[in-house]
């Protein structure tokens, strides 16, 4: 990735200034955000043999927003890191963890509120072009996942439609690994690639180049790719990229109540399984994994709707429900049968608000000899807002075989003047399906209570600070959906964080 320095980026901000024009609106602004997290098995169970970890890490953002009536461009830098995993004085072997996170333009193709443009048959078309966030509803199966201090965007180009009342946008998006002149084909490898990983013999090594691992949850690498022992990450862009993707959303409100239909279909690479021997001292084993040479695709549609109601002329409550349903082939080209479901209703009166609701995600049966899979993928959504804060499902350490049910219970309190809130949730965990232990016994579908904790405070027009604590009471079923060895884990799970987020404007004209 390429390092830019400190004075590339002033000389970029000044060629921004010059080219503004009075009319045009311009916006400079930045974001520091550090979060120190204690995680006592957070993501998921800690290993008895194990201990807690403590760390900090931070985001750093530099945005530049440029704003006329025919166009509107946007780039955000963006640098993600731990404290201290780099050296005090870093070397050139080190890399570079500076990176795009937005670099996007939208084209005002038309706009009745312009008129500068003469003739226009809708409100607003225009399409948006380059790297950006997708967030629609919410967040539940496109958001820009922005608790992860990386964020989640796409390389796409989206067309976007307002007329009437309706809110209709179509975006698409293909990938490839390489421009270079010698390579051919349209053949794509997920670039979500482990930097390590061990072998069959436990050795730590170097990725292979051109395969992506197929690591069980002890973090050694598995000679099969079957599901139940692999419990793959079910949210994409961790375990697979997609090749290519489509969508379509359209919006409409009618008095209190917004109804939205969203469609999306991705394509995934095919692959081949394959391995590579390795030899470390008097040992001699073999990474196992998945190579995406093959011709084809596999091809995944969601589809579904999502209601959001006022029921009474104060707002004060609140009816939220959807559905989606999954079909086509899996990243792994199994024929998909799958569908999530929410129903949650809110109470709002003066400075308190009470909600409670029901979320189901199918899963597979073990006792089942069907061969298509019920696993519901949340595609690309952000799960931590709605299974719980310490990112047990659905998240990058995988979701249960079973799927999930999970009827939750939540209440915040936010001060008059809107600069303190404290929230307190409660999350039921069990199984949709039925899953075997290691005797090829049904296991309890219970899988545990987690209760989050949150208070944030804004100490001034730039400056929010934010306090977590979770605590996870998880039965022994839990070990089985975690894919881990029954009775090597800790039952009981804590976590906790302090969020500092400074987002100044230095610039605004």
């Known amino acids: 990735m390429k390092k830019f320095k400190p004075t590339q980026l002033i000389l970029f901000g000044l060629l921004l200034f010059s080219s503004i024009k009075s009319s045009a609106q311009f916006s400079l602004s930045g974001q520091i955000r550090t979060r120190t997290e204690y995680r006592d098995g957070a993501g998921t169970l800690r290993l008895s043999a194990n201990k807690p970890s403590f760390f900090t890490s931070q985001r750093s953002r530099l945005t530049f927003n440029y704003k006329w009536n025919r166009i509107t461009f946007q780039t955000s830098l963006q640098d993600v890191r731990v404290w201290g995993q780099d050296a005090s004085s870093i070397s050139p072997a080190d890399g570079s963890r500076l990176g795009v996170h937005e670099a996007w333009a939208e084209i005002a193709l038309t706009n009745k509120k312009d008129t500068s443009f003469k003739h226009s048959s809708v409100d607003y078309f225009g399409v948006k072009i380059g790297r950006q966030e997708l967030l629609y509803d919410d967040s539940r199966l496109l958001g820009n996942l922005d608790w992860l201090q990386q964020a989640r965007r796409h390389d796409a180009i989206v067309f976007k439609l307002l007329n009437k009342g309706w809110q209709i946008d179509l975006g698409a998006a293909f990938n490839q690994n390489t421009d270079a002149f010698n390579y051919n084909g349209t053949y794509y490898t997920p670039a979500n690639v482990t930097p390590y990983v061990k072998d069959s013999k436990g050795n730590l090594l170097l990725t292979p180049t051109g395969l992506i691992p197929i690591v069980n949850a002890s973090g050694i690498s598995a000679k099969t790719g079957s599901l139940s022992m692999m419990n793959p990450p079910s949210t994409n862009a961790i375990g697979q990229q997609y090749k290519a993707l489509q969508f379509l959303y359209a919006a409409k409100t009618f008095n209190q109540t917004k109804i939205t239909a969203l469609f999306v279909s991705d394509q995934f690479s095919k692959y081949k399984l394959d391995s590579v021997k390795t030899i470390a001292g008097t040992d001699t084993g073999y990474v196992f994994g998945r190579r995406y040479n093959q011709s084809g695709v596999n091809t995944r549609f969601t589809t579904g709707v999502l209601i959001t109601s006022q029921l009474d002329k104060k707002k004060a409550v609140t009816l939220n429900a959807g559905f989606y349903y999954q079909a086509g082939k899996d990243k792994d080209g199994l024929s998909l049968g799958a569908y999530t479901s929410t129903l949650s209703l809110t109470y709002a009166k003066k400075k308190f608000s009470y909600t409670a609701g029901w979320d189901y995600v199918s899963g597979n049966n073990a006792f089942s000899t069907s061969t298509m899979n019920h696993r519901f993928d949340p595609l690309y959504g952000t799960p931590h807002k709605f299974w719980g ?32 809130s404290s929230a307190l949730d409660y999350h039921y965990f069990s199984l949709a399906r039925d899953q075997k232990d290691v005797n090829g016994n049904a296991i309890k579908k219970y899988l545990g209570s987690e209760i989050d904790w949150v208070s944030s405070y804004t100490l001034n027009k730039v400056t929010s600070i934010e306090l977590g604590i979770s605590y996870l009471a998880a039965t022994k079923s839990m070990e089985y959906a975690k894919s881990m060895t029954p009775g090597t884990a800790k039952l009981n799970a804590t976590w906790a964080y302090l969020q500092i987020n400074i987002k100044p404007e230095f610039f605004s004209k």
């Open 389 to 420: 804060l310490m990112d047990y499902f659905y998240a990058g350490t995988g979701s249960p075989a079973g799927g999930l049910n999970n009827p939750f219970a939540k209440i915040k309190y936010t001060s008059s003047n809107k600069r303190f």
